[in-house]
């Protein structure tokens, strides 16, 4: 029977071809999910500026809950004592120990660069650095920390007060002795050039050298040096540290340097999600395909029981001429892995989704999990298709090869109605859910959606086959006649090209609006709880104080807020409705927070205080007076006095703090934004802000530049499956219509006896896949809407998704290029021959 299989490859290309692409993409793309699970488990960041420190010693960059459930990222950096550095200098086995701090410093450009209205220029894009986020304004650290490197001088000396080594690539032309301007803390100073420094290895962000004494307070990390014959791992246990902070090696030094390395949690997800879509929608295109080849090998099975082939014998023919193609296919699939697994991972870090520091770790477990779970999903499915051929008696299988059996068995239609079922009571329970639980609740209704399709597509398309459709397809002469016989009589097979179309549909359009419609609800929910006309942004770090009390006297200024945005947990009493997510926290300094106050006064948001949401203090017991323990965004835990209980948008509610306090702990120690209430907003965008480099004015469209909504990740997950699903969709539609077309060769030659022409035959054909894709789209936009709709209803508080109508417009034209162009090649490869050899060729 093997020999029998790897006989039959020849003469079934067009489907075994269909497995194999569909195998090798599964295997290259579970490869890489294995790959993001290995990164995220192993946090590998080989150190750049502390590279030369065997040991960095650092504030645990991970928040964890005082109940132990799960940890997340601090948002801000988690400085350390100065003291520490001391205390690790004095310790037996260590050679010496090196602060390092980080702090806004940036080179603006010259004048006429791309600065904002009125400004002299402005700060280089921080990713022009390589680096992320704001790492590249972070540039700024003491002189004695270059040897944590280390840097060497090409040119100069080391800086005293007043002076400046600059990394040569922002040197450029200029020589020491020069005078030089840099942006510290958003304020532009001038700086006598001591010197040109160079890095001897690789630093992705150029530094920026002061004097010791120039440098702000504060110790982000401290690099430890063993005494000769001390070793790294000796003294590491020797090593006595304070609670929350943690002493790294080898690549593991990376956390220190380089923020959002904290927890591996977010990329295990993503993988996690991301491996299982991809088993779940290669079993489904795989199953169709194969179920498909097996149907249309009726007469062929039939012909093999009649002649003496046991059931068994035909069971494992089919199961080896599948596994032996599967095989090969998910060979040439691994092979693909590193290289789809590093494509994935640079997408990843060029969305800021991940560091892009982070090492990408593809060892030899993700490659053999692939295999594991691909040959598994693989042998599963096609052992399905071979019993159902393997069951079928010899004469029952020749008159159905005749006229195809469309009816579905019981346990099959029970099945899919209860995925069916299950979908829409996904769909109904997530409305009641709030905002940040909604798309967990709401998204698996668009995967059981498919898979309800998935099951009952031969009874979907009958079903569509409405009279007022068809007769308008009649319309269309023979050709729309046939059309809708054929589509009712081979609704099986059909039914095949029918499943990619609409599981690509439900997951590209329902992951894309509904990740566009969380997207637009956050940041409507924050820029609409606040008031102002125009707001002033910095690419320097952040607000200076001279720039805030300059805008007091813009013109038609009548108020001024600072604003700062960072996230932080209530502990003290513990909120356990925040516990690895954390809450936003929004630092005001003026009367622009439009939400309803229902106890105290944000007038009284001064000094160590802050206000809560009314359901917050209801839960927790605490009232207007009452004092929280607040651990903020760089770890540090606050004593915080309630002044006011002020309402939010429901499932979007932030706690508030005055804008100085919340500055002085976060990364740059500066607000990031002004918010400016104005009588004359024409006059007060035209303020100049040439004496601040860097700086930018506009309307409120600049409010939300920044926000972190918290969906990075799922919208980088929906993304994911969107391509998979246009990958699949491209795959199994085109190898299924050309299946299902080559397959139907004797058909078309009794046609074209009977008087039908080559033209007529075509129309036919294109009638056929236009309503197929016509049905596959609405049975998929169907099943998105049990996903979009609740997720809007429950973020919006209206059940109309956000998101531009061209990529809906896009779709409807990828799925009609997919199916109709391939079906009208091959139905032209099928007709070529002539008719009397058409009926009796040996295949279709």
Not at 112 to 136: I, L, M, N, V
């Amino acid at each position: 029977m093997f020999r029998l299989a790897v006989t039959t490859l020849r003469y079934r290309t067009a489907a075994f071809l269909a497995i194999f692409v569909a195998v090798l993409l599964g295997g290259a793309l579970l490869s890489a999910a294995g790959g993001l699970l290995e990164t995220g488990l192993r946090l590998n960041a080989p150190p750049q500026r502390l590279a030369a420190a065997p040991i960095v010693i650092t504030g645990d960059p991970a928040y964890h809950p005082p109940d132990g459930s799960g940890s997340a990222a601090f948002p801000e950096r988690h400085r350390v004592d100065p003291s520490l550095t001391t205390k690790l200098t004095n310790t037996p086995g260590v050679q010496k120990a090196v602060s390092d701090s980080s702090f806004p410093a940036v080179l603006p450009l010259p004048a006429g660069g791309t600065g904002g209205r009125g400004g002299t220029g402005s700060a280089p894009d921080p990713s022009s650095a390589g680096s992320a986020g704001s790492a590249g304004v972070l540039a700024g650290h003491a002189w004695g920390a270059a040897e944590l490197t280390p840097y060497r001088l090409t040119a100069g000396h080391a800086p005293r007060s007043g002076q400046v080594v600059l990394d040569e690539r922002l040197a450029g032309a200029s020589k020491p002795g020069e005078r030089v301007t840099v942006v510290v803390g958003g304020e532009p100073r001038t700086y006598v050039l001591a010197g040109v420094a160079v890095a001897r290895q690789r630093v992705d962000v150029p530094a920026v050298f002061f004097a010791d004494v120039d440098v702000p307070g504060g110790v982000d990390a401290i690099g430890v040096f063993p005494a000769d014959g001390t070793s790294v791992r000796e003294l590491v246990k020797r090593l006595e540290l304070p609670a929350g902070v943690k002493a790294y090696t080898g690549d593991e030094r990376g956390v220190a340097e380089f923020s959002g390395i904290a927890t591996s949690l977010p990329l295990i997800i993503m993988s996690g999600v991301f491996g299982g879509m991809v088993a779940v929608v290669m079993a489904l295109v795989v199953s169709a395909t194969i179920g498909l080849s097996v149907r249309q090998r009726r007469r062929e099975l039939a012909l093999l029981r009649a002649s003496g082939a046991t059931p068994r014998q035909v069971g494992k023919m089919v199961i080896a001429e599948t596994m032996v193609v599967g095989v090969l296919g998910l060979g040439l699939g691994l092979l693909c892995g590193r290289i789809t697994g590093t494509w994935i991972f640079g997408l990843l870090a060029d969305g800021g989704i991940v560091p892009p520091q982070l090492r990408f770790d593809q060892g030899p477990l993700p490659f053999a999990g692939a295999a594991v779970l691909t040959f598994a999903v693989l042998r599963v499915t096609v052992g399905f298709a071979a019993a159902r051929a393997a069951r079928i008696r010899p004469i029952q299988a020749l008159a159905e090869a005749a006229v195809p059996n469309v009816a579905l068995g019981r346990v099959r239609i029970v099945i899919g109605l209860v995925f069916a079922g299950a979908t829409v009571a996904i769909a109904l329970s997530t409305p009641f859910m709030g905002p940040a639980n909604a798309a967990a609740i709401g998204g698996p209704a668009g995967l059981t959606g498919s898979i309800a399709v998935a099951v009952l597509a031969p009874l979907v398309i009958q079903r569509a086959l409405l009279p007022r459709i068809t007769r308008l397809v009649e319309k269309r002469g023979t050709s729309g006649t046939l059309a809708v016989i054929n589509l009712r009589v081979r609704a099986v097979q059909f039914g095949a090209i029918l499943v990619p179309i609409t599981i690509a549909t439900a997951i590209a359009v329902g992951n894309i609006y509904s990740q566009t419609t969380q997207q637009q609800a956050a940041v409507d929910a924050f820029t609409k709880n606040l008031t102002g006309d125009v707001v002033i942004s910095s690419t320097t770090g952040g607000i200076p104080v001279s720039l805030t009390a300059a805008a007091q006297t813009m013109p038609g200024v009548t108020k001024v807020s600072e604003l700062v945005r960072s996230k932080g947990w209530i502990e003290e009493p513990y909120d356990k409705s925040h516990t690895s997510d954390a809450w936003p926290l929004l630092g005001l300094s003026g009367p622009v927070y439009k939400g309803k106050v229902k106890k105290g006064s944000l007038d009284d948001l001064t000094g160590n205080t802050i206000a809560i949401p009314p359901g917050t203090a209801k839960k927790l017991k605490v009232d207007v007076g009452s004092e929280l323990g607040v651990r903020l965004g760089d770890g540090a835990l606050v004593t915080l006095k309630v002044v006011a209980l002020a309402e939010g948008p429901s499932g979007y509610e932030s706690l508030l703090l005055p804008g100085k306090l919340l500055a002085a702990h976060t990364t740059t120690g500066l607000p990031s934004q002004l918010l400016l209430k104005t009588d004359d907003k024409k006059a007060t965008l035209k303020a100049d802000l040439s004496k601040w480099p860097g700086t930018s004015i506009g309307g409120r469209s600049v409010l939300a530049d920044g926000l972190d909504t918290g969906l990075g990740v799922d919208a980088w997950i929906g993304y994911l499956l969107a391509a998979i699903a246009v990958a699949y969709t491209a795959i199994a539609s085109i190898n299924t219509i050309a299946v299902a077309v080559l397959d139907r060769r004797r058909e078309f030659g009794l046609q074209r006896l009977t008087g039908a022409t080559r033209r007529e035959v075509s129309r036919m054909l294109g009638l056929e896949g236009l309503l197929i894709a016509a049905l596959g789209l609405v049975a998929g936009l169907a099943t998105a809407a049990f996903t979009v709709f609740p997720i809007a209803l429950a973020t919006r508080g209206w059940p109309i998704p956000s998101g531009p109508a061209w990529i809906l417009l896009a779709w409807v034209a990828v799925v009609l290029l997919l199916v109709l162009p391939t079906t009208a090649i091959t139905g032209r490869i099928a007709m070529r021959a002539n008719p009397m050899d058409a009926l009796s060729s040996p295949v279709g």
